[in-house]
């Protein structure tokens, strides 16, 4: 594939970044189709404040990849100084799922900010594969940030809360 597609799905991309954010969606996932067995696939997700851009291409087209990690980086840089991950307190997530605060819609949060929690208390739970998994506090202490949204996707390692 040519540098200019390239540079256009680059842009294209941005532009998808972009439109999140203007309209303060949380997910966009839109397929390009080139030609019969040439196309490119990309999901944007924002999660705590960050982008994330996700992209698949088939084998034969060129790999996206190392232009898509410039969108992230650009929105990470964007981002404030602090980084949720690094803090010694931060709970992060086990698994790739969909993050509850709650045990079933409606009902009252397992916790919120200020709440005082012991080693071992659930204080969310991450449905994967159509499994509920009740995630339990790694510490005691106080519920300082809740660093998710009540039915957002989480990835792997994600922080989901701070405690302290």
């Known amino acids: 594939m040519s540098k200019q597609s390239s540079d256009a799905d680059v842009a294209f991309i941005s532009a ?12 966009l996932s839109v397929k390009r189709e080139y030609a019969e067995d040439d196309s490119l696939e ?16 088939p084998a034969m087209q060129y790999a996206p990849a190392p232009a898509a990690a410039a969108a992230p980086a650009a929105a990470a840089a964007a981002v404030a100084h602090e980084d949720p991950a690094q803090h010694p307190g931060a709970l992060t997530s086990p698994m790739v799922g969909t993050a509850y605060l709650s045990a079933e819609p409606g009902a009252a949060a397992f916790v919120s900010v200020g709440s005082v929690v012991t080693e071992g208390q659930t204080v ?26 009540d039915g957002n996707s989480v990835e792997y390692g994600a922080p989901l809360m701070i405690i302290e």
């Open 124 to 149: 969310l739970i991450i449905e994967a594969m159509k499994t509920m998994n009740h995630i339990p506090a790694q510490k005691a202490g106080t519920v300082k940030r809740i660093l998710v949204a």
């Open 16 to 27: 998808l970044a972009e439109l999140l954010n203007k309209n303060d969606l949380t997910e």
């Open 42 to 57: 990309v999901r944007v997700v924002k999660q705590a404040n960050i982008v994330q851009v996700a992209a698949a291409a």
